[in-house]
């Protein structure tokens, strides 16, 4: 896919990076890398601008890195797309690395850095960890982990079935999953599911490598478990393992009853005896399923009639996305799954990936990656790369609060009965958020504290967290399917460890649209303030600024669960 290098919207000026300069040339890299190294720095300000120098280089390469990470899922035959991704994770990535670490160590020598003012905090404090963890040998290791994930991202962008002669992706599937007809919905799923199977000892030996390999760069790093290295890894100074097991049983005990209501009243309302999972999307109604769109224009401009009503500056950047062809919003076959967002900081613009198929539930999904697009947007004149991405703790408040937000005031955009009934189910998704993060999180905790496991042992676990976090689905003769049911989930594969952070985000948002719901105003402008903060503060500081507190634990959610099911029920009733 091209992607363009020429915005309409404008682009900083380059101080240090002449026009032209290739990120994907080592030798290029070399040589302003050395310019850092070499260059005197006698006062403050040298070292600010070399700083800032330096952020002009990384964003650089983290823009040749997204180019080639986006064209390689926008369409996973691309062969030649796939070994652009893969060589430049092999070839430049690793040497980058080193030599990322060098000017990171330059950085920390400087006496006066600490005279960079309270602005550069967070800053000093993440190449110090940085510093701390990096280690040569596992820059290799880190290639090879992309590989593989890369090799997933291919297998799964290749499932596809036939069904009453017409070939759909697995998400084209899914949506006959809201179709009031029970018997296709599980003629259906049952298809997908089989085909899913034909994959699983192929992604068993992917994921078998990655935790072999994400061991080795723990323990090369002085690290027991690759748990407690990726915790220092992603800069997680505001809790730890404990506070997430904590979490785990807090959703256990607060969130799994609902849960359980809303299972017993799916099954009375629709009339069944038991549960099975080709019966959890269909609507409690009855209805018709949803098809609010039918292709990208109109999913362009449904959704941006929803960010309009929140606050007309969203439906304005959101324009800039549309007319810069950087949407790539519709399912197709070869396209790999998922949704994300990735900016493409050379020209500091955000593209969004998503696999639509017309279902209100993909406004839910556009209306998250805008919020992440928007966050970008907010803090797209800071000048240091890094700051331009919060800690993803709270870039996810980003997307939930849209999510909440958008949800909100669909009654002005869609059918009202429509909107009402969606926004219930989104609330009960929500809160299931909560039990799907807490299964995942607590399977990882387990996978790396145990990395000598085999695949009979995994296959337990993932069964025994499963039950403990969401016994209200019938799997029975279904074994096989939810044996494997966590090979779904990307972030596995792709982000390890990168879970959790949905629920603490969820947490935010819920506090961001309770204050929204009493003074919508003051709410918004604490969430664009909060947005424009990029990653220039800590966590606590930036859910403040938002409007809410920074909190996992028992408290909070029996704070919070309340009034979103008294929100469902005012919307169900």
Same mark, same amino acid.
Not at 319 to 325: E, M, S, T
Not at 533 to 539: D, Q
């Given at each position: 896919m091209q992607l363009t290098t020429k915005p309409d919207i404008g682009l900083p000026p380059r101080r240090f990076l002449e026009e032209g300069f290739d990120p994907t040339s080592l030798e290029a890299l070399e040589t302003k890398v050395q310019e850092l190294l070499t260059r005197e720095v006698p006062t403050v300000q040298d070292l600010e601008q070399w700083t800032l120098d330096l952020s002009e280089l990384f964003a650089q390469v983290g823009a040749a890195r997204a180019r080639r990470y986006i064209s390689m899922t926008c369409d996973t035959q691309d062969e030649k797309a796939r070994e652009a991704y893969l060589s430049f994770q092999k070839n430049v990535i690793p040497r980058f690395s080193v030599l990322s670490d060098q000017l990171n160590q330059r950085f920390l020598k400087f006496p006066f850095k600490n005279e960079l003012g309270k602005r550069y905090e967070v800053y000093i404090k993440g190449a110090e960890k940085d510093a701390e963890l990096f280690r040569?040998?596992?820059?290799?290791?880190?290639?090879e982990d992309a590989a593989l994930g890369a090799a997933y991202s291919q297998i799964q962008g290749k499932v596809t079935i036939q069904l009453d002669g017409k070939t759909l992706t697995a998400q084209q599937a899914g949506a006959l999953l809201e179709e009031t007809d029970r018997n296709l919905r599980e003629k259906a799923w049952r298809k997908v599911a089989e085909r899913r199977l034909e994959d699983v000892e192929k992604i068993e030996d992917i994921f078998d490598k990655m935790v072999n390999i994400r061991t080795k760069i723990a323990k090369n790093a002085g690290f027991e478990n690759y748990r407690d290295y990726a915790f220092e890894k992603k800069h997680r100074f505001d809790y730890g393992p404990s506070d997430c097991e904590a979490f785990h049983q807090a959703v256990e005990k607060v969130v799994v009853p609902v849960l359980e209501d809303f299972a017993q009243e799916r099954k009375q309302k629709l009339g069944l005896g038991t549960l099975r999972p080709w019966d959890t999307s269909v609507k409690l109604?009855?209805?018709?399923? *949803? #098809?609010?769109?039918?292709?990208?224009? +109109? =999913?362009?401009?449904?959704?941006?009639? %929803?960010?309009?009503?929140?606050?007309?500056?969203?439906?304005?950047?959101?324009?800039?996305?549309?007319?810069?062809?950087?949407?790539?919003?519709? *399912? #197709?076959?070869?396209?790999?799954?998922? +949704? =994300?967002?990735?900016?493409?900081?050379? %020209?500091?613009?955000?593209?969004?990936?998503?696999?639509?198929?017309?279902?209100?539930?993909d406004l839910r999904v556009l209306l998250h990656e805008g919020g992440h697009a928007f966050h970008s947007l907010l803090c797209r004149d800071e000048p240091l790369v890094s700051y331009r991405h919060s800690p993803m703790e709270f870039?996810?408040?980003?997307?939930?609060?849209?999510?909440?937000?958008?949800?909100?005031?669909m009654d002005r955009v869609i059918d009202k009965e429509e909107a009402r009934e969606g926004f219930a189910s989104f609330l009960k998704d929500a809160l299931a958020t909560f039990s799907w993060v807490a299964t995942i999180d607590a399977f990882q905790h387990w996978v790396y504290t145990h990395p000598e496991h085999n695949r009979e042992e995994r296959k337990a676990k993932w069964n025994e967290v499963r039950q403990r976090f969401g016994p209200h689905v019938d799997y029975s003769g279904l074994e096989p399917f939810q044996d494997h049911l966590w090979q779904r989930q990307s972030h596995l594969f792709s982000a390890p460890f990168y879970y959790i952070e949905y629920a603490i985000a969820q947490i935010g948002a819920f506090q961001v649209w309770i204050n929204e719901r009493k003074d919508h105003d003051k709410a918004v402008q604490a969430y664009k303030d909060a947005l424009s903060?990029?990653?220039?503060?800590?966590?606590p500081d930036l859910f403040k600024t938002a409007g809410g507190r920074f909190a996992m634990d028992e408290s909070m959610l029996r704070e919070l669960v309340p009034q979103v099911t008294q929100k469902i029920a005012e919307l169900q009733a």
């Open positions: 040569e040998e596992n820059t290799k290791l880190e290639a109604s009855g209805g018709e399923p *949803s #098809r609010p769109f039918e292709d990208q224009d +109109g =999913y362009v401009s449904l959704t941006k009639k %929803i960010f309009d009503e929140v606050d007309p500056c969203f439906a304005e950047e959101f324009n800039k996305l549309v007319r810069n062809n950087m949407l790539d919003l519709m *399912s #197709r076959e070869g396209k790999a799954p998922g +949704g =994300y967002q990735y900016v493409l900081e050379d %020209i500091r613009l955000p593209f969004i990936f998503i696999n639509a198929v017309g279902s209100q539930r870039a996810e408040v980003a997307s939930m609060s849209m999510e909440l937000l958008g949800f909100e005031r903060l990029g990653g220039s503060r800590p966590l």
